[in-house]
T-cell receptor
Framework: DAKTTQPNSMESNEEEPVHLPCNHS???????IHWYRQLPSQGPEYVIH???SNVNNRMASLAIAEDRKSSTLILHRATLRDAAVYYC??????????????FGTGTLLAVQP | EAGVVQSPRYKIIEKKQPVAFWCNPI?????LYWYLQNLGQGPELLIR????????DSQLPKDRFSAERLKGVDSTLKIQPAELGDSAVYLC????????????FGPGTRLTVL
């Protein structure tokens, strides 16, 4: 399984944008990039996913490098409720382990008021 | 719409005792997953079901762990006997079908084995 590398922790100020990086240099052509986040004492929550093009939804934006070896999750205006662990995950829907999410340790985002 | 429901939320037991966790997935979701999450780590898949069939249980320690999903709806995960190292959060997730992009997670059951 292709692996991802994320910083252990990041800090942000409330109402400022946050850019969470993820490196995945061994990504295969059929791997999708997924982001989940986990708020304290809760289960993980889907944020966004993409393959090649940048993606936007109500929660965040996903910027994918042209060579797909890295990506960035963008929270446009951080709030205190965005403080969580953010996981970057590669998933191949055509692989033998269909829909299998392999979580790493993620990035712990702290948001300061 | 109700999310994934898990019970109990917390459980404290003595080692060598049995324990069971219950999960009710989102209505209509055919695929159900059980994950184990140790402190400071991301969740790890234990088993996943497509309806009532376990399609991937390769990570389930079968000497002491068992799971069932009768009638393809609710599921139960059991540990017998529990060991100190089983202390963790047990998460249940569901998705409409195998291969879907989004999994919906429950709040988890925090197990403490003394």
């Amino acid at each position: 399984d292709a692996k991802t590398t994320q910083p252990n922790s990041m800090e942000s100020n409330e109402e400022e944008p946050v850019h969470l990086p993820c490196n995945h240099s061994t990504i295969s052509g059929t791997d999708y990039i997924h982001w989940y986040r986990q708020l304290p004492s809760q289960g993980p929550e889907y944020v966004i996913h993409g393959l090649t093009s940048n993606v936007n939804n109500r929660m965040a934006s996903l910027a994918i490098a042209e060579d797909r070896k890295s990506s960035t999750l963008i929270l446009h205006r951080a709030t205190l409720r965005d403080a969580a662990v953010y996981y970057c995950i590669l998933r191949d829907p055509y692989g033998g382990a269909t829909n299998k999410l392999i979580f790493g340790t993620g990035t712990l985002l702290a948001v300061q008021p | 719409e109700a999310g994934v429901v898990q019970s109990p939320r917390y459980k404290i037991i003595e080692k060598k005792q049995p324990v069971a966790f219950w999960c009710n997935p989102i209505s209509g979701h055919n695929t159900l997953y059980w994950y184990l999450q140790n402190l400071g780590q991301g969740p790890e898949l234990l088993i996943r079901y497509e309806n009532e069939e376990a399609v991937d249980d390769s990570q389930l320690p079968k000497d002491r762990f068992s799971a069932e999903r009768l009638k393809g709806v609710d599921s139960t995960l059991k540990i017998q006997p529990a060991e100190l190292g089983d202390s963790a959060v047990y998460l249940c997730a569901s998705s409409p079908r195998l291969g879907d992009n989004e999994q919906f997670f429950g709040p988890g059951t925090r197990l403490t084995v003394l």
